[in-house]
């Protein structure tokens, strides 16, 4: 299964919201994220295009490996995650495995469902404003299209294929 997800700059979250929410989208939740990115010991991660990180929300954690992308358009690739309780413990063990801090990236996301389709109305501190329209699934064309259809309706053209931690390496 593959994450198929597109991002957009947005200047206007109350504009979209208000879109967003006459096409039926639902409330989720609203959580703070700080992801730390970490490189690969013997392979740069920028060379490979692939990401591991660690997320924190709240009193979760997880691990997250990303392949890499798997065409220009969209953000689209393989993910796998695990949830973990010791932020500690692992920040240890991928230090003692050799893997070195990249950066972090913290942003406010808020999260709604519009049918199957997760949108997240991200603040990325250092960064600003974005829209993420995603879905899991392996009907990757089918799928780019409903997402691209979904953006236009909610008013956004300008998108991004970037990660935020390429951005923010970017804005240095």
């Known amino acids: 299964m593959l ?9 206007n979250h109350t504009e979209v919201l208000r879109r967003l929410k006459s096409l ?11 992801d730390v990115y970490y490189n690969h010991p013997c392979r740069d991660f920028a060379q ?3 990401a591991l990180r660690t997320r924190s929300i ?11 992308k798997l065409d ?3 953000k689209t690739r393989v993910e796998r995650e695990v949830e973990f309780r010791d932020v500690e413990t692992v920040t240890c063990i991928l230090a003692e495995l050799g893997f ?8 406010e996301r808020v999260v709604y469902l519009l049918n199957d389709i997760t949108v997240c109305l ?11 329209l995603e879905k ?3 009907d990757k064309e089918n799928i780019e299209r409903e997402l691209f259809d979904w953006a236009s309706k909610l008013g956004l053209s300008r998108f991004e294929t970037r990660s935020y931690l390429e951005l923010k390496l970017l804005a240095r």
């Open 122 to 132: 991200d603040t990325v501190y250092e960064l600003g404003t974005f829209v993420e």
């Open 58 to 68: 709240d009193k979760k954690s997880f691990l997250t490996y990303k392949g890499p």
């Open 100 to 107: 070195t801090t990249v950066d972090t990236v913290d942003k």
């Open 24 to 34: 039926g989208g639902a409330f989720q939740e609203k959580i703070l994220e700080h």
């Open 136 to 138: 899991l699934g392996d």
């Open 48 to 50: 490979t295009d692939e």
């Open 3 to 11: 994450e198929i997800e597109i991002k957009a700059y947005c200047d």
């Open 72 to 74: 220009r358009m969209t």
